[in-house]
């Protein structure tokens, strides 16, 4: 909120303030006392203001060009002196002096002129005062006596007497008849408070200014006109305060559907949800007006509104029936009215009402959850009603009794409260199982119950309900379906090569090489079997009596191949030696490869010449990285061509190296 108070001291006062901090600060160097300040100019009959913090008493004796004169204390942060056309010098330089401030103001005073006749220029403010509507006001009767009293009051001035009011009302015509009423309520306003402390304002500073004019016999007529503004500027102030605090401006609750946030009845249920699903509620705001309890709420409009009824019932209402009780015993033929009761009584409790939810009033809600479990994964208002998406985080939790959490923030308000929720997971009581078994290298889960479709992923990260070409270890599945919901089974793959999970049968031909036992010709194919040296595993297909694989082949796209579709191309990979170091044998080439490996018995022939044998058993044929292919050629063959190296003894010949081509077909038998 603005500082009001400061417009309404500058639109009042059309001559420049004098400021002063307190009428504490009075130990001032020596150089400064007796310093003079320009209070500009100034008219006769105008009531002007300084403006000064801390005035601790009600009226200040003060000289006007050595005349004495008192200014009163209008409890704003003002003094108010009267500048009487009797004393004051017109066009020339006029002193104030408040001895008991150190205070020195300078004025230049013009003479106040009327636009027209006395009548002619306070028919205005006579008539606005008898325009004054009651109607509602609980102490209407006693503003309509004073209004009624006036005007036999006024009707029985004489002619100089009229003319000394008018001039009085020409000079502060801006106070008096209400224009700066309309200028505050253009220039700010919230919600009527603005219009609350300016009549609050003008009631204090007429109640004072009438204070100060009654001292004085010749100024008898200018405080019952000061009065009379006074006394209407009192009821405004008081329905304007009142109006204030009735409204519905304060939050109390919330309720969606039938039921109250905060506990608003002694059996509270709570509000359902499902995960994910979105839920609509009736929602309607519970309102009330300022309450006492409102005061200590620390609100800076709330604590303005305090401000102002505080200083309406303890400090104008005094002043006013001062001036109503000077009335009574000085102009008794007149005035015999009644003083004023303490206008305002903020309520101890102030009852709420239900009120419809617009878009705008919706915009002031935050919403959060209590339990870090819960996520709110939408909100939304439309047509009345709010629309909450509650998830739950943590899978494994089928309900979770937690509260929704809710903030309503304006510039009144900035009001907490809850419902009590009871988030239900979609898969609380699913049905949904899964088995899973293992068959070689591979394994195969079994989803049912839930709702289909269902899908798979295991933590190798295959998908799928098999997944095969699995190295000896743990595996676990995960199924999920249609509604989310998730069941887990584990499975373990063994290394037992004595399984057969089929049969591969190889016709293997070449240039000028042969094996005697033809062992090899027929081959089993079992699950991968991990080294330490090639993490995708070899598969091994024979033994020979020695308990010596003579044929193999190695990788991890072999079984891949054969259930691949028809014309899929695997390229040869294997181990390269590039010297005589076994550290530089580069083992298993990463991606898509297959190798073959034969190791030759003693007698074995191949190569350029057929007198070229192997004189040591042991010794192996190996395929150069993308030296060869395997292609499936039907759905259960294949074929594969290639080139061979081999590196090591021939007929006593040491760390010899040779080439030859190969090829071959194959079948596969599940």
């Not at 009330?288 to 209402?317: C, H, K, M, P, W």
Request: charged share 20%; glycine share 8%.
């Amino acid at each position: 909120m603005k500082n009001l108070r400061f417009i309404l001291l500058a639109m009042f006062v059309l001559t420049n303030f004098y400021y002063c901090s307190s009428d504490d600060d009075k130990g001032k160097d020596d150089d400064q006392q007796g310093e003079v300040t320009d209070g500009g100019t100034v008219y006769t009959s105008k009531l002007v203001l300084i403006e000064m913090e801390g005035l601790s008493g009600d009226v200040y004796e003060a000289e006007f060009n050595d005349q004495p004169i008192t200014l009163a204390n209008n409890n704003q942060g003002a003094l108010v002196f009267f500048v009487s056309p009797e004393i004051a010098k017109i066009d020339q330089d006029n002193y104030l002096e408040i001895t008991s401030l150190d205070m020195k103001i300078k004025y230049t005073v013009a003479q106040t002129a009327l636009p027209g006749s006395a009548e002619e220029t306070l028919a205005p403010f006579i008539d606005h005062l008898n325009n004054t509507d009651t109607t509602g006001f609980d102490q209407g009767d006693k503003v309509d006596e004073f209004i009624d009293s006036f005007n036999e009051y006024y009707a029985s001035l004489s002619d100089a007497e009229k003319h000394s009011m008018a001039e009085f009302y020409q000079a502060n015509k801006d106070l008096l008849d209400g224009t700066l009423q309309k200028t505050m309520k253009d220039s700010e306003d919230f919600l009527g408070l603005s219009e609350c402390q300016q009549a609050q304002w003008l009631t204090a500073t007429l109640g004072a200014s009438a204070a100060i004019l009654s001292s004085n016999p010749a100024t008898m007529g200018l405080s019952v006109l000061s009065g009379a503004g006074a006394i209407v500027a009192f009821k405004s102030a008081v329905e304007s305060c009142t109006g204030f605090m009735n409204e519905k401006l304060r939050h109390a609750f919330a309720k969606f559907n039938d039921l109250f946030s905060d506990k608003q009845e002694e059996d509270l249920d709570y509000l359902a949800f499902n995960s994910g699903q979105q839920q609509s509620f009736a929602m309607k705001n519970g309102m009330r007006g300022i309450q006492e309890s409102d005061a200590g709420d620390g609100n800076a409009y709330l604590t303005s509104f305090f401000s102002f009824v505080n200083e309406i019932n303890d400090l104008i209402l005094s002043k006013l029936n001062v001036v109503i009780a000077w009335c009574n015993d000085h102009l008794p033929s007149f005035f015999q009215i009644e003083p004023f009761d303490t206008p305002i009584d903020v309520p101890q409790t102030a009852q709420p009402e239900e009120q419809l939810v617009t878009q705008e009033t919706f915009s002031k809600y935050s919403f959060t959850v209590a339990d870090n479990n819960v996520s709110i994964s939408s909100v939304n208002f439309n047509a009345g009603n709010i629309n909450i998406t509650l998830d739950i985080i943590d899978p494994a939790q089928n309900e979770i009794s937690t509260t929704l959490n809710y903030i309503f923030h304006d510039d009144l308000n900035n009001h907490s409260g809850s419902f009590p929720v009871v988030v239900t997971s979609a898969c609380a009581g699913s049905d949904l199982a899964v088995t899973a078994t293992a068959n070689g290298n591979s394994a195969t889960a079994t989803a049912t119950g839930g709702v289909p479709p269902y899908t798979y992923s295991w933590s190798n990260g295959a998908t799928g309900e098999t997944a095969t070409g699995l190295a000896p270890g743990s595996y676990t599945i995960t199924v999920t379906d249609a509604n989310g919901c998730s069941a887990t089974a584990s499975v373990v793959v063994e290394d037992n090569p004595e399984e057969s999970s089929g049969e591969i049968q190889f016709t293997l031909s070449g240039e000028y090489y042969t094996f005697p036992d033809g062992q090899w010709q027929t081959q089993y194919l079992y699950g991968y079997s991990q080294d330490e040296y090639c993490p995708y595993g070899q598969v091994i297909y024979h033994y020979d009596s020695e308990g010596y694989n003579d044929f193999r082949f190695g990788g991890n796209k072999l079984i891949d191949l054969m259930n691949s579709p028809i014309g899929t191309v695997f390229q040869f990979g294997g181990k390269v030696s590039t010297n005589d170091s076994e550290d530089e044998w580069l083992y298993c080439d990463e991606g898509d490869y297959i190798s073959i490996n034969m190791t030759a018995p003693e007698g074995s022939t191949f190569g350029t010449s057929p007198n070229n044998t192997f004189s040591l058993y042991g010794w192996d044929f190996d395929s150069l990285a993308e030296h060869g292919t395997f292609t499936k050629t039907g759905e259960n063959s294949f074929s594969f061509s290639g080139t061979m190296f081999f590196d090591g003894n021939i007929d006593g010949q040491t760390n010899s190296y040779y080439t030859f081509e190969i090829s071959g077909s194959g079948t596969f038998i599940p």
